[in-house]
């Protein structure tokens, strides 16, 4: 019987920069009684984003930092910067990675492969926290 | 009782760059009848995209297109120009940001963050309009 | 009635670049007896992507593979190369692209626009098969 859940997590993001949370969407997964169906995370601000990457090596964390801060970099120019000089880097950073992921659920376990991880890419400085909104459906 | 729902969104672009949709999907999802679920939009086209972003500031929406302007830009050399200068950059824009998205829906409302649109990204000239595929499966 | 099936799909791609495999999700939406829903795709590695591009035009894929090549160059200079000079591009070049696709399905066809072809984009050399997972829901 297909059935579905929902929930908001908060995920905590101390500095910029790639923050993992499969435990979290792990944890979420476990608790709904669902081990055949579809995860979506969807990240609700337009200035931190989504990102399944390697979850192994510290160092490729690091340089998909420094990629992005370098193709979309503070003081650009810009002509918005309401925010502060990261505030426009922030959103075209978004923009080249994801705002939501879908993950197939199969055997109770999410469909990630050995070396991939769920990660919130924060783009901004002083955002202590995020709101992922999560949806289940499945049976 | 789940159930779905889909429809096809005919989207006015008449012009490149950023277009809000938002009220478009809000009413297709108020006449669903779906208060919890998941709604997705695929963008049916190689040459204009979907992006979730900033709907209060015109100026950031004017740097994100000043930016994919520049990195993906007309002159390549692209050895693919078919259809014209805005041929190839527009398949690349495309690949930069998004085809599809999917946003969950609770309490009868998106997901979407305080300053969350919805837009279509229309990267070409003379596309008076786009087609949008909407699906909705919930309760 | 409402029903799921999933599903892991096994990708050839005998060398980087895009890879269309159109063909193979048609054959596992056509086994599946679902003809309004969704399907999903899920890349399981962090050095290849997933791309809906122009299937069509070979020269629209080579400056798409060259354009890529270029953003996200071997010989970065990058901290992690465990595996070689192109094993830190591959993952930004999934980075910029996309991880996981969802289709709507409506009249038990894909809904896929003419020139839309489903894409492998393979971002290493000497991998010669990749594993995708696939969830299909509807009715």
């Known amino acids: 019987m297909l059935r579905q859940s ?3 997590l908060t995920i905590r993001a101390s500095r910029p920069g790639l923050h993992e949370f499969t435990a979290e969407v792990r944890e979420f997964v476990g608790s709904g009684g669902v081990s055949e169906g579809l995860l979506t995370l969807f990240c609700r601000h337009t200035s931190a984003s989504l990102l399944i990457q390697e979850n192994a090596a510290p160092a490729a964390r690091r340089d998909l ?39 197939p659920l199969q055997g109770g376990r ?3 492969g050995t070396w991939q991880g ?7 400085k002083g955002t202590p926290e995020r709101s992922i ?6 049976e």
Request: no cysteine; charged share 20%.
């Open 6 to 8: 929902s929930a908001t």
């Open 65 to 103: 930092e420094t990629y992005f801060a370098r193709v979309a970099p503070e003081g650009g120019p810009y002509e918005h910067d309401d925010e502060g000089p990261d505030d426009m880097p922030a959103h075209l950073r978004s923009a080249l990675t994801a705002t939501q992921l879908s993950i």
């Open 110 to 112: 999410l469909a990630l």
């Open 118 to 124: 769920i990660f919130l890419f924060e783009h901004r």
């Open 133 to 138: 909104a999560v949806h289940l459906i499945g």
